[in-house]
């Protein structure tokens, strides 16, 4: 899907369930952070990838799935392109240096 569908799809979604209202910018970073805390969920207890069961990578997916989301909804409130701002940034680090000493 392109991100106009996505995009338009979510905000339908949203706005059928009467959510416009709680959906401002520091309420989705919250809603962002809780779902980013619920990807570490699925990682509790484990000490690498390869201990992940399928049903443990599902529940992965739709996490992270839960994450973009916010931020698709945060995109569509900063009237900006996902895509865009990823390649902004790409462009940066592009330049940029790293010091791991």
């Known amino acids: 899907m392109e991100y106009n569908d996505i995009i338009s799809e979510l905000i339908n979604f949203r706005d059928s369930h009467n959510w416009k209202d709680f ?3 520091i309420s989705l970073s ?3 952070g809780i779902e980013a805390s619920e990807v570490e969920k699925v990682f509790l207890w484990k000490t690498d990838d390869s201990q992940l069961s399928e049903k443990n990578k599902q529940e992965l997916k739709l996490e992270v799935a839960d ?3 916010y931020c698709y909804y945060m995109c569509e ?3 900006v392109n996902p895509n865009d701002i990823i390649q902004e940034k790409i462009n940066i ?3 940029r240096k790293w010091n791991f000493k």
Do not use: E, F, Y
Request: charge should be positive.
């Open 67 to 69: 994450v973009l989301i």
């Open 93 to 95: 680090n592009t330049d």
């Open 77 to 79: 409130k900063l009237n």
């Open 30 to 32: 919250r809603a962002m």
């Open 23 to 25: 959906h401002s910018l």
